[in-house]
């Protein structure tokens, strides 16, 4: 890193930054897996309200989507498989937001589902913002998987006893 680069991406290229970060994405995978997985019937319709899949197609999401976020985010957290885990979460990301945009430019008035049930938020600027700022938070996750910095890949456990030595 050069001297002359800003304070904020030093921040960001800290290896407990990165940690958090995939700590704070990975819980959010966590809750709407979860979420989406005790509702798969809930899970469904809401797919469904967005009407982008032919009804005969809404289930196979609704049963698969809610484990991959789960998978996903715990791989996220545990430090396993981090680059596909990465990729997956990124992934849906983009598809929520183009699917959440769709229904804003259509003018549906529905629910969005991200979180479940649970969640009643309709759809709109709100929730696309907030789905955007997911999407920001993977990006020094990206960065330090891009740069190769081995110091940015560590597992929670490698931390957890680091900071246990420290005390």
């Not at 290229?13 to 819980?27: E, F, M, Q, T, W």
């Not at 885990?85 to 259509?106: C, D, E």
Request: aromatic fraction near 8%; include cysteine; glycine fraction near 8%.
């Amino acid at each position: 890193m050069s001297l002359n680069q800003p304070k904020f991406d030093k921040i960001l290229a800290h290896p407990y930054a990165v940690i958090v970060l995939r700590v704070l994405v990975g819980g959010i995978m966590i809750f709407a897996g979860w979420s989406k997985l005790i509702d798969m019937a809930g899970m469904a319709e809401s797919i469904e309200n967005y009407r982008i899949l032919p009804s005969a197609l809404v289930n196979i999401p609704a049963i698969i989507l809610p484990a991959i976020e789960l998978i996903a985010g715990v791989c996220l957290i545990a430090g396993i498989w981090i680059d596909g885990a990465l990729l997956i979460v990124t992934g849906l990301f983009v598809v929520f937001i183009a699917a959440i945009q769709s229904a804003i430019w259509r003018g549906l008035n529905i629910e969005c589902g991200c979180f479940g049930l649970s969640d009643s938020e309709i759809v709109g600027a709100k929730v696309l913002i907030r789905d955007s700022l997911f999407v920001l938070a993977t990006v020094p996750i990206w960065l330090s998987r891009i740069r190769g910095d081995e110091s940015q890949n560590l597992q929670l456990e490698e931390i957890a006893s680091e900071l246990h030595s420290d005390v």
